[in-house]
Nanobody
């Protein structure tokens, strides 16, 4: 099993920045993806960004150019640097670990609140 613990959420004004961290522990196997999802009140959870254990990254169009995902494989930690934050970025942000080899496996963190005031 893989356990994920997020940190770094909080309240920030529009245009500000925050950095989220997600520390993974347990049976971490490569290759894998680690990523971030978010869920705003009354909305479905949506994918934000992901990074492969080899380093390639992908972003949702809504955050491209503003958010940067990175990881430190030695520390089993993934980061999400969020710049130029907008009120519509307000959500609970969830860390995700996913692999498909040797078996499919999915793990989620407990979530961290990000609130952007206008």
């Amino acid at each position: 099993q893989v356990q994920l613990v997020e940190s770094g959420g909080g309240l920030v004004q529009a245009g500000g920045s925050l950095r989220l961290s997600c520390a993974a522990s347990g049976s971490i196997l490569s290759p894998n993806f680690m990523g971030w999802y978010r869920q705003a009140p009354g909305k479905q959870r949506e994918w934000v960004a992901r990074i492969h254990s080899g380093g390639s990254t992908n972003y949702a169009d809504s955050v491209k150019g503003r958010f940067t995902i990175s990881r430190d494989n030695a520390k089993n930690t993934v980061y999400l640097q969020m710049n130029s934050l907008k009120p519509e970025d307000t959500a609970v942000y969830y860390c995700n670990y996913r692999r498909s080899f040797p078996t499919s496996y999915d793990s989620w963190g407990q979530g961290t609140q990000v609130t952007v005031s206008s």
